[in-house]
């Protein structure tokens, strides 16, 4: 069986000049014989972080407050510049803590779209199809959805929908129902501070953000690249050629 764990970046209003201009959502995939080694290998590295740089283990990563503290009042006791290179030294690492899993991610540029457009809804969707479309593709294997506090209800009904019904296009007629079925249960939602899964899809789509939307300020310390350290982990096929692993539409 599979996990998959996710999080979202960005707010859900029609962009208006001075709220995000995108919404995000990145998943992580885990196989359930290799996530016991997975934790044993972010604790290694969260023991290094403390000893490095006094981050305790209980305290949580978050990306943005990494970057812009607002909340996380043991971040004060680090410099900022440190506290970047933390979330470098954490991207870094990823694709060695998670050797084996893959990674989704869905970005969508709200001016894309119609005004009038669910992004939530929309991300989702293309998040629940790509996930069990590569289940059915590990041996038809079933998995589960882990998520970072959303809105589950919503959540929870597009899940059942898709299970049932779930129009796909086809090269032999107009549209196929391609059920999710792969999918057990409804989604299930964790705090991010009480789980390391969590926080590392939380700077997945950080750092995505930041490779959209650079701001010149963090250029400088490279954190536009950061996604960059994804690359072995990213789900290719379940994207456009030339998205690189991001599916935008």
């Known amino acids: ?117 669910d992004y939530q809804i929309l991300a989702w969707k293309r998040m629940i199809q790509r996930y069990d479309n590569y289940l059915k593709k590990q041996d038809n294997s079933r998995g589960v959805i882990i998520s970072d506090e959303t809105d589950e209800p919503k959540v929870r009904g597009l899940i059942r929908k898709m299970r049932v019904y779930n129009p796909f296009p086809s090269n032999f007629k107009d549209i196929q129902n391609s059920p999710t079925d792969n999918i057990l249960e409804d989604v299930f939602t964790r705090t991010s501070e009480h789980s390391y899964f969590i926080q590392t899809v939380d700077s997945i789509a950080h750092c995505l953000y930041r490779k959209e939307y650079p701001k010149s300020s963090l250029q400088k310390h490279g954190v536009n690249r950061y996604f960059e350290y994804m690359k072995s982990l990213l789900l290719l096929e379940e994207s456009e050629p030339s998205q690189n692993g991001v599916v935008r539409k």
Not at 23 to 47: C, N, P, Y
Not at 56 to 82: C, G, N, Q, S, V
Request: proline share 2%; charged share 30%.
């Open 1 to 117: 069986m599979y996990l998959i764990y996710v999080d979202e970046s960005g707010d859900l209003g029609e962009y208006q000049g001075e709220n995000s201009q995108h919404f995000i959502l990145s998943g992580l995939i885990i196989h359930e014989e290799t996530w016991k080694d997975a934790l044993a290998r972010m604790k290694v590295f969260r023991q290094k972080i403390k000893s490095d740089f006094g981050l305790l283990l209980k305290t949580e990563l978050h990306a943005t407050e990494l970057i812009r503290i607002k909340k996380i009042k043991e971040y004060r006791k680090i410099k900022k510049m440190d506290r970047i290179k933390i979330l470098g030294l954490f991207m870094q690492n990823i694709p060695v803590i998670y050797s084996t899993s893959k990674v989704i991610n869905v970005c969508l540029n709200k001016s894309d779209f119609p005004m009038e457009t």
